[in-house]
């Protein structure tokens, strides 16, 4: 597909602006399309996601929205699986937005498309339940691709960001030494080891070849350290694990 919304890359390209977490499927796409509801502020940027999406036979708009205010009463009525909205708008931001979203349609998973590459944004955007954060300078077939994944369970985060991210975490590490009174969960060694993986932004694929096991013992691994830490996704985990310092990325 040659449309994008920035610069063209390889999709092999190591520096790609995205790394997609590859999601697991068992073969073939779902059965029922991925419903998404697109909301940014620009119609023109709306209408050429639409136009994009619909070449995917799996993925179905079945909205859209110009600010946060409306985003949130169309999910509500809508119950997307995918909310893709940008951060900045008009009324409500994408940020505030977020939180209200997860309220009304708890299983719709969130990314940001933005142009925003501020850290506070990133960070606020976790905090607020985004699933993902992407730069609108990818190109049309990784939205699709980052649709896909999240809709199957990854976190999708365009790598550059991925970097500021971890360094914050870091810098906050090392500003405070306080510790919770409640104990922090007791991970497994093998856990740890997947924790580790993901926090540098590896797939199950890549983490099952690093550890020489299966993909399904990783999601399997990956779902225990979720409900021992009692958090939603990939990057929850990997910011409670540094917070607590279970685990440091140097």
């Not at 136009?51 to 509500?76: N, R, S, T």
């Not at 369970?153 to 870091?170: C, H, N, R, V, W």
């Not at 093998?190 to 099952?208: F, P, Q, S, W, Y």
């Amino acid at each position: 597909m040659a449309d994008t919304f920035g610069p063209v890359r390889d999709a092999s390209d190591p520096g790609d602006a995205v790394r997609v977490l590859d999601a697991d499927r068992d073969g073939g796409y779902r059965k029922e399309p991925i419903r998404v509801l697109v909301v940014d502020d620009h119609a023109l940027f709306r209408r050429g996601l639409e136009i994009v999406l619909a070449h995917e036979e799996d993925i179905e708009v079945v909205g859209e929205a110009g600010d946060g205010a409306e985003a949130v009463d169309k999910a509500a009525d809508l119950l997307p699986d995918i909310v893709l909205m940008d951060v900045r708008m008009p009324r409500r931001g994408g940020i505030e937005a977020c939180t209200a979203i997860k309220e009304v349609a708890p299983s719709a998973k969130i990314i940001m498309l933005t142009i925003s590459d501020e850290e506070a944004d990133l960070y606020e955007a976790i905090k607020a339940g985004a699933t993902g954060y992407l730069l609108k300078e990818i190109s049309t077939d990784e939205v699709s691709t980052a649709i896909r994944a999240v809709a199957d369970g990854q976190s999708q985060i365009s790598p550059s960001m991925a970097s500021k991210l971890l360094t914050e975490f870091k810098s906050m590490i090392q500003r405070t030494d306080e510790r919770r009174l409640v104990p922090v969960p007791r991970l497994t060694d093998r856990e740890l080891e997947v924790l580790k993986l993901v926090a540098t932004g590896m797939n199950n694929r890549d983490i099952a070849k690093e550890l020489f096991i299966s993909e399904n013992t990783v999601k399997n691994h990956v779902r225990n350290i979720l409900e021992k830490l009692q958090l939603h996704s990939r990057m929850e985990a990997v910011v409670y694990a540094m917070r607590e310092k279970i685990l440091e990325i140097r």
